[in-house]
């Protein structure tokens, strides 16, 4: 049996938010909105159609192209995303400093 060198291994309970909904682009959003104690406050958001999935914060939104480098979206779709995510994403908390 192979012996793993674990950077990590723990568990925490997590609170995910199921959305659903359709823009303007007529792009059905199926999102997992999972908030962790991880990743400074960021959540982990899950396009539930392509499995694509990232750990997000406000200033990812504000990164050009971003959103369309991770979901696979048009310029378009990833501009819908990033309203809807605008009002949802809180802010980061850096709590090493």
Same mark, same amino acid.
């Not at 939104?61 to 990033?82: I, Q, T």
């Given at each position: ?41 960021k959540k982990l958001v899950t396009d539930m159609q392509s499995?694509?999935? %990232?750990? +997000? !914060? /406000? ?27 605008? %009002?949802? +994403? !809180? /802010? ?6």
């Open positions: 049996m192979t012996e793993f060198d674990y950077l990590y291994d723990g568990s925490e309970e997590t609170k995910t938010r199921f959305v659903c909904f359709v823009g303007d682009t007529m792009r059905r959003f199926d999102l997992a909105i999972t908030t962790t104690n991880r990743f400074y406050g499995g694509r999935t %990232a750990v +997000l !914060g /406000p200033d990812d939104l504000e990164a050009e192209g971003y959103l369309e480098h991770a979901y696979k979206l048009s310029e378009e779709e990833a501009a819908e995303l990033g309203e809807f995510l605008s %009002a949802i +994403l !809180g /802010p980061i908390h850096f709590t090493d400093i």
